[in-house]
């Protein structure tokens, strides 16, 4: 009699944790698979409420609600660099939470080579179940560099790096700037500036704002101008054509100014309200007679 009430006991608990695992079905996307060395690592977590109820998750500094387990090419846990706080959540019964998270902003991810990240979310209560999502793998590369330049910013002696990167991490090559602090050379910000056709090469330069330019062709017809300032914003960015005797180049002043020459810069908007106004006297019915 005692072994069978063991055995049921020992069942029913299986049967409630199994249960209690699926109450929550927990998924894991990052937005692309292969990263520049400094960019942001943005995941996406889809959590769906099974549980017949709503459920309401609230995490705190030591244990979250959500939380991340990243691994690198040696299979090495990736020490945290902070904790994710997330607040308080309600998910009603039924329906599909999905949270945007940077990695980077928890985890040191700028060491090149592969990663592998699940999420992990966690009941209510203090002694609760846990949902673990699937694993993704993904790649940190250092990219390949343009051209790079240290500047001052500001009067407490800090030091910046800009870099000009070329990455192509999804098929096409897309160029890349990284704003590095000089000191330390981790980067401040790395980001991308878009596609380009490398059938030109970009150029860039800084002027006497400390303020970073870079001239790209973008498009077979289409030549993109953008400034960045030493904390990684892009400030202004500009398309241009080409001039009438060749390709649009950066033209720095004795002064430091830097503009483009030999171009023509295009509004898009203005070009499209233009296209707009020709299609509407089109669109006129013919006169009779």
Not at 78 to 88: D, E, L, N, S
């Amino acid at each position: 009699m005692t072994h069978f009430i063991s055995r049921s006991l020992v069942l029913a608990a299986a049967l409630c944790c199994g249960t209690a695992h699926a109450q929550l079905a927990v998924s894991l996307e990052l937005s692309k698979n292969q990263y520049l060395s400094g960019e942001p690592v943005i995941a996406t977590v889809s959590i769906t409420n099974h549980a017949g109820r709503d459920i309401e998750f609230q995490g705190y500094l030591q244990r979250p609600w959500l939380d991340f387990a990243l691994t690198n090419s040696r299979g090495e846990p990736v020490t945290p660099t902070g904790a994710g706080i997330f607040g308080k959540v309600k998910l009603g019964a039924g329906q599909t939470l999905n949270r945007q998270v940077n990695l980077s902003s928890m985890f040191q991810l700028t060491d090149q080579g592969n990663y592998g990240v699940s999420a992990t979310v966690r009941m209510p209560g203090v002694d609760a179940d846990t949902t673990v999502s699937n694993r993704v793998i993904y790649t940190v590369s250092p990219g390949r560099p343009y051209w790079s330049q240290k500047v001052g910013a500001g009067r407490a002696g800090k030091l910046r790096e800009f870099r000009l990167l070329d990455f192509s991490g999804d098929l096409k090559s897309q160029l890349y700037v990284q704003v590095l602090d000089g000191r330390t050379g981790l980067p401040v910000r790395t980001f991308t500036l878009g596609e380009v056709l490398l059938v030109r090469k970009p150029s860039a330069t800084v002027d006497r704002r400390q303020r970073m330019h870079v001239l790209f062709l973008a498009t077979p017809s289409a030549w993109l101008h953008c400034q960045i300032d030493t904390d990684g914003r892009l400030v202004s960015r500009d398309i241009h054509k080409r001039g009438p005797s060749g390709d649009p180049y950066l033209v720095t002043s004795a002064k430091g100014e830097v503009t483009v020459g030999n171009s023509v810069l295009y509004d898009p908007k203005a070009a499209a309200a233009k296209r707009a106004k020709f299609r509407k006297l089109s669109e006129r019915p013919a006169i009779t007679y």
